[in-house]
């Protein structure tokens, strides 16, 4: 019997291992780090034809970036030499995966901790803060946030304001918190990885805790919360010099105080009063921001609506007080395309990068962005040794 040679495929099938490369690019897009690195990739199989199949572990069976995934493997795996076909099958992780997971993104330690606070942090931490509300400390913190993020710097806010909280507003952050385990994703928004009770309780219903209550939501906002490397933190305090300032000190001691004032001469007392905490607390105050200094008019003229001088005030009150020299590190003016973007969730150092507020506000960024960390508190893995 004569057999009739068969056509054969001008393309070899792919290797699983340039398959498991290309899924290597894949980063999961909550936590930012490569699916085959997290234990994400449940198996491949590879067809004689070229068609691949690639299940794939979802964290919980209600991600909200169920989709993102699977399109996101597709594409990367498409991409291989050889492939002919694409399927992508979901699974979810089991408890113990989960906890694997977990311990694995803490560093391989399973209990708790604040990252920040450890010796060997590089993050820089900004404690936001004012001595009353209404001079646009929320305002600030976001746009400081967005025009480093726009820099390069991974960056993210904590919203600390637990009653006032209108972070996620004004950043554009609409995505909810995903838990694994007992770690909680962050959504990002512009590039700011972002958290806040507000993503948590139901449409605007107000916050009713006591200090101890208060204290707990920070320490979880701090230490459950899965950041990665962040190069800068924020932390948008609420106005005064109460709980929530007081359990930044005692979570974060290295973290430093920005103050936020107006020119005006009664907004300027109470925000000394509320950097003088740094006092008691032991921490650095990196410097002052003026918001609202002046109002530009259509002839060029400035108003000064809520005054002159208020920042200089704050800083040289602060320099007394605390026996350091405390600088102003810009003044913000009346811009009302920073309150829009604010309402909008379009930061105006994004929207608007070169108008009045969002060139000061960038120039801000600049700095407090571009600041080393020092040795100070770090360990140096340096052991002392008797030379006798």
């Known amino acids: 019997m004569q057999y009739m040679a068969t056509d054969t495929p001008t393309t070899a099938a792919p290797s699983e291992d340039a398959i498991r490369d290309a899924l290597a690019t894949v980063n999961d897009p909550e936590i930012h780090r490569p699916i085959t690195e997290l234990g994400m990739v449940k198996s491949v199989d590879i067809a004689a034809d070229g068609a691949v199949s690639v299940a794939v572990y979802l964290t919980v069976s209600g991600c909200p970036m169920r989709e993102t995934i699977t399109s996101n493997v597709r594409d990367a795996v498409a991409g291989v030499e050889g ?22 993104l803490r560093g391989g330690t399973a209990e708790r901790e604040v990252p920040f606070a450890q010796p060997g942090s ?48 004004m950043l554009g952050a609409e995505g909810r918190p995903t838990q694994v385990e007992n770690m909680i994703m962050p959504p990002a928004a512009n590039g700011v990885k972002v958290i806040s009770i507000g993503m948590f309780t139901p ?24 950041w990665g490397d962040l190069d800068v933190l924020l932390l948008d305090l609420p106005p005064g010099t109460g709980d929530i300032a007081i359990s930044v000190a005692q979570l974060v001691p290295n973290a430093e105080i920005l103050v936020v004032t107006t020119p005006q001469q009664a907004a300027a ?8 905490i740094a006092v008691q607390t032991h921490q650095k105050i990196v410097g002052v921001v003026e918001n609202m200094a002046g109002l530009e008019l259509p002839s060029g003229e400035i108003v000064d609506v809520f005054g002159t001088g208020g ?26 395309r920073l309150r829009e973007g604010g309402d909008e969730g379009r930061p105006v150092v994004l929207t608007d990068p070169d108008s009045g507020a969002g060139a000061a506000i960038r120039a801000i ?22 030379k006798f």
């Open 311 to 336: 920042g200089e005030r704050v800083a040289e009150g602060l320099t007394k007080t605390t026996g350091t020299q405390v600088p102003v590190l810009g003044s913000i003016p009346i811009d009302v």
């Open 365 to 386: 960024a600049g700095k407090l962005g571009g600041r080393q960390r020092g040795l100070s508190g770090m360990s140096l893995g340096i052991t002392p040794r008797n």
């Open 203 to 226: 449409g605007n219903a107000p916050v009713v805790w006591r200090g101890p209550m208060l204290h707990r939501a920070l320490q979880q906002f701090l230490a459950d919360v899965y």
């Open 83 to 104: 492939v002919t076909s694409v399927a992508v099958e979901l699974d979810v992780m089991s408890d113990e995966q989960r906890k694997e997971l977990a311990t694995a």
């Open 122 to 169: 590089l993050t820089r931490v900004y404690a936001v803060a004012s001595g009353k509300g209404g001079v646009g400390k929320s305002s600030v913190t976001v746009n400081l946030a967005a025009a480093m993020a726009a820099d390069g710097l991974k960056v993210g806010v904590v919203d600390a304001d637990i009653y006032g909280h209108s972070v996620p507003r």
């Open 269 to 276: 007392e109470v925000a000394e009063r509320a950097g003088s």
